[in-house]
């Protein structure tokens, strides 16, 4: 069997992790709680909320300008965790706040961000998003 030709690219173990992911290239978190079809419902210019196919259930969200917060509240003002194996978390719950701030305050933007904040407690660790030269974990 032919290997594809973006294997080459792909590191890690294959399979589905239902946690949070950095997007460099789009400058974005994913999350998807679940393996299967999804269809996606853009909420703002920075949330998109993940529908299941089968159930219409929220199954997960992607946020966008992750790096533009990071600018605004800097890394110290969106780490929450700190020494988990020895690595500075930031809570994707408070950059899905941060983002929640930014827009109008509507009904249907706050139960699209209640959604995405349902599986609590999930953090990224800090050195996939700061990689500035000046910043400095706690």
């Known amino acids: 069997m032919e ?18 992911w950095y997007n460099a290239i789009g400058d974005c978190i994913e999350y998807q709680t679940v393996n299967e079809a999804v269809v996606a419902h853009r909420i703002d210019e920075k949330l998109t909320i993940y529908h299941s196919v089968e159930t219409n259930k929220p199954v997960g969200f992607k946020i966008k300008d992750v790096m533009a917060m990071l600018s605004r509240y800097g890394c110290d003002g969106l780490a929450l965790s700190y020494e988990e194996k020895g690595t500075t978390l930031i809570s994707v719950a408070t950059l899905l706040l941060a983002a929640y701030e930014e827009g109008p305050l509507t009904i249907e933007r706050r139960r699209a961000y209640a959604n995405a904040l349902l599986p609590q407690g999930f953090d990224i660790p ?13």
């Open 3 to 20: 290997e594809h030709f973006l294997n080459k690219y792909v590191k890690g173990k294959k399979g589905f992790r239902a946690e949070p």
């Open 126 to 138: 800090v050195d996939q998003l700061c990689r500035t030269a000046n910043y400095q974990p706690l």
